[in-house]
Every structure is written in structure tokens, then in C-alpha cells.
């Protein structure tokens, strides 16, 4: 399938060490799929074996195992930590017959901007952090960032593609685990435009920031450093792609992905015997 190259225009929001990477990423996610693909199995593989694999309780996995090596799937997730998606990424590698074709775009700081960028996230995922999306706010980064959106769309046309993306947009650094930012529209834009691909929403607590200290613990002490991996239903946004009002549906589909997290986010506070209120709420024992 043929996939849009941005345009000259477009570019222009680009520094050079920014375009260098992205043709790199393009090049990965098109021409060399199946060396992306033997890659993250085996080595990231290996990674998060290392890192987590004695320490996930995974919940709702019979909403994923459904699925086969031809289905399209995004996953929408909270984002606490740096390696959340590895965590989804290792449960369904070792638990599910989905594709191993991911793609997690990434917001372009490092791994765009920085010389050392792509051979860090060639080493970290194959180049599936992929495509990037800028963090300025000026016109020419919005052009950018909505050809990024309909790569993403465009992505989740190809069977066997699975893709994760975070509706709050950001990294949640709050001191509270269950906290969630306001949704933004960029995720919902690709759960309605990629009709057809199954919206799965994802949990995910316990990861931190640090492979070696993740590794650590692995070994260490697994039963005290316990990583939650939530799994809900698959989530119906026709009724919103048949009334669609443009960025405010995005919107609304974005909350609806949010919603579910937060609604998982309860269950593992109930499966792990921590008080909740009403509105899924932290209250003191």
C-alpha cells in the first residue's frame, strides 16, 4: 500500500536532523517491515523479558486474543512512564497471534531531534516510534502534525498493523498514579478515521523510567514490584463517525477512550484492594 510522503510545504517545519530521521522512519515502516518486525520480536523480546517478564498480572487478555496476525489494532492507553507501550507491546508478543508490526508515534523531541535519536529508537523498537508529532504550536508544525495523523490512518490500513497511542497526549508526571489529563483530539481523529481497525483501551501501572532499575526489580523483588496490565472491550465509535462535526467528534472520541481507561483504572484499584470513591477517586484507608 502506497503511504503519503509529506509535502515540500509541509516540511519546512523540519530541521534537517528531523527530516534525516523521519526518511529513516518512512524507510523502516515501508520497505523494511519484516527485518522491523524479527527485530522487535527477538531483541525487544529479550528486553522486556529481562525487565518485566516475572513481574505482569495481566487482566482482560481475552479482549485481545481474539484477534489474529491480520487485524488491525490501536491501542489506547494511559502514559505514566516512558515504556508503557513496551509493557502492552510484550503482553500481546507472548500472549495473543497479533502481528508483530507496531507503530507507537512519538512526540519529536529526542528521538527526531537529537543526532543519537534514531539510532536509539532503531535500538529500542526497530523505528517503531513512528510517525513523530511536534510539540510547537506554530501553522507550519500543525501542517506537519496533521500529515502525521493521516500517516497514522494510513498505517492502520495495512493489515496486521497495531498501533498504540496515548489520548492524554503527554506523559502524566502527577505524584498520583491514577490521575489522567484532559484528553486531546489527535487520537480521536485516528480511532474514526481508520474505520475498521479495533480500539482496545489499556491500563497499564508499575513501570517507571529506568531499564536498569526496571531490570532490578525484575530479579529482585517481582512479587513487591508488581506491573498491571488491563485489558477492556472494544470500544463502538460508529454512532460518532456517522455525526461527525469534525474536531469536536475527535474530541468526544478521545474522552470516550479516556473513559474507558479510567474505568479500568478502578477495577485495578478493586482487584488490588485499594479503596475507591464513586467517581474511581483514591480515598485514605
Not at 513496551?86 to 507503530?103: E, G, H, M, P, Q
Not at 535519536?117 to 513512528?130: E, Y
Amino acid at each position: 500500500m502506497q503511504r503519503s510522503r509529506p509535502s515540500s510545504e509541509v516540511l519546512r517545519a523540519l530541521s534537517p536532523m528531523e527530516r534525516v530521521a523521519l526518511e529513516i522512519g518512512h524507510l523502516s515502516t515501508t520497505h523494511l517491515t519484516l527485518p522491523a518486525k524479527a527485530y522487535n520480536t527477538v531483541t525487544m523480546g529479550v528486553m522486556l523479558w529481562a525487565t518485566a517478564g516475572k513481574r505482569m498480572d495481566i487482566v482482560g487478555l481475552d479482549h485481545v486474543t481474539r484477534y489474529g496476525k491480520n487485524d488491525r489494532v490501536l491501542f489506547v492507553c494511559n502514559h505514566r512512564s516512558f515504556f508503557d507501550f513496551f509493557v502492552i507491546t510484550a503482553t500481546y508478543f507472548w500472549n495473543t497471534k497479533l502481528s508483530r508490526r507496531i507503530l507507537f508515534p512519538v512526540r519529536s523531541t529526542f528521538f527526531y531531534d537529537h543526532p543519537l535519536g534514531p539510532m536509539v529508537n532503531g535500538a529500542m523498537s526497530g523505528m517503531s516510534m513512528f510517525p513523530p508529532l511536534l510539540r510547537d504550536k506554530g501553522e507550519d508544525k500543525r501542517a506537519f502534525n496533521k500529515w502525521a495523523i493521516d500517516r497514522c490512518i494510513e498505517e492502520l490500513q495495512v493489515p496486521g498493523t497495531v498501533m498504540g497511542l496515548h489520548p492524554e497526549g503527554t506523559r502524566n508526571k502527577s505524584d498520583d498514579p491514577y490521575a489522567l489529563l484532559s484528553a486531546k483530539p489527535g487520537v480521536g481523529r485516528v480511532a474514526l478515521g481508520a474505520e475498521g481497525a479495533h480500539v482496545i483501551p489499556c491500563f497499564v501501572l508499575g513501570p517507571g523510567n529506568s531499564l536498569p532499575k526496571e531490570f532490578g526489580l525484575n530479579w529482585r523483588a517481582p512479587q513487591d514490584n508488581r506491573i498491571d496490565v488491563l485489558f477492556g472491550p472494544e470500544l463502538d465509535l460508529s454512532d460518532l463517525r456517522r455525526d461527525d462535526r469534525g474536531n469536536s467528534t475527535a474530541l468526544e472520541a478521545s474522552q470516550r477512550c479516556l473513559e474507558a481507561i479510567r474505568t479500568l483504572s478502578v477495577e485495578q484499584r478493586r482487584l488490588r484492594g485499594i479503596p475507591v470513591t464513586s467517581q474511581g477517586v483514591n480515598v485514605s484507608p
